[in-house]
């Protein structure tokens, strides 16, 4: 039996990681779309490997279907044809043993739509994997190999089509940049009551996120930096964390030292509520800035890996946020600092933001998957 010829998807299979040094980011806005995609009728099942640091459990919790891939064999002998791919290392095996797993998982499901979001693969893994009939969606951010692809989404700004062009086939349909950004419904939602609000700008609750993981602890130098920051005497601080960053504990010590309130809140499920009541962010070059963007959250921004800084400069170019291109320039904060607070760069970079997106990509994306074929 073949896939269903509905346009409307019945059955999609996304495959995609997380761990310490992937992130959590490619799983988050997969859990987004697979969201959307459930509120219309479709059976979604991820296809995960279980590396350290990963979001099997907190997909599973999400009442989503999840297959978990082995890890390479240590006695498996060398693949004839190793991947070049810049982030390959990243997959925990080879991309033909990935492939052969996921294939005979894939062609059980037999899914409408295979979506992949993964730095380490690309076209040779999706011919070898793609089932017919099945559709396929990447997610990529890099543009730098490959794709078999019938919808390709990148949402950065400063991201071009052609950037693409001889990557994709030509009857690839493009979604390029941040109005397509992935983002969960409440961010629209909220979206006006956090424009209101900001009409006055002020400073008296800083919010924290440099990402689910934060391998390098780039929290604890941005607390380091904050403590010659001269903060109002009423600002709170607030820090988000994921369960699996490794300087949890040390955040935790540090917040209680800090001069001003500062809490450590982690897993949180009301991030964008946090948001709509902070007055400034300092955060990581991610996914994450398009939520605080559609919020219209003035954002001192760290490029924390190479793959965000494309959009922390098109983002600082535009006026919409502050960045600063790596961890160790975090320490300049003191310098800058009463430059970056003042009510008319607060109010600059507040309006400049909520014009980059308005939040709602997920249903544009999911209008072109229930298209029939081009």
Known sequence: MSPSSDASPKVVVFRVDASLTIGTGHVMRCLTLADALREQGAECHFLCRAHPGHLIEAIRLQKFETHVLPMASLTAPKPESPSSLAHADWLGASWQEDARWSRELIEGLRPD????????????????????????????????????????????????????????????????????ALLRPEFARLRESSLARRAMPRLKQLLISMGGIDKDNATGAVLDALGDCPLPKDCRISVVMGGNAPWLAQV???????????????????????MVQADLAIGAAGST???????????????????????????????AAVAFDSLSAISQLPTCWQGVICPENLARMNMTAAMVTDGKGAAVVLQHMTRGPR
């Not at 071009?160 to 941040?178: E, K, M, N, S």
């Not at 540090?254 to 964008?272: F, G, I, L």
């Open 289 to 319: 800035s398009w939520e605080r963007c559609c919020l219209g959250l003035p954002t001192l921004m760290v490029v924390l890996a190479e793959n965000q800084r494309i959009i922390a400069e098109a983002l600082d170019s535009a006026g």
């Open 252 to 274: 935790k010590d540090q917040a209680a030292t800090m001069p001003w309130p500062t809490e450590v809140a982690v897993n949180v499920t009301d991030m964008a509520e946090r």
């Open 113 to 180: 739509w295979l979506v992949v979001d993964h730095y380490a693969l690309d076209r040779c893994w999706e011919e070898a994997v793609l089932p017919p009939g099945c559709r396929l969606l990447v997610i990529d951010d890099l543009a730098d190999r490959e794709h078999r692809c019938d919808l390709l989404l990148d949402q950065n700004l400063g991201r071009q089509a052609d950037d693409y062009a001889g990557r994709v086939p030509a009857h690839c349909t493009r979604l390029i940049g941040p109005r397509y």
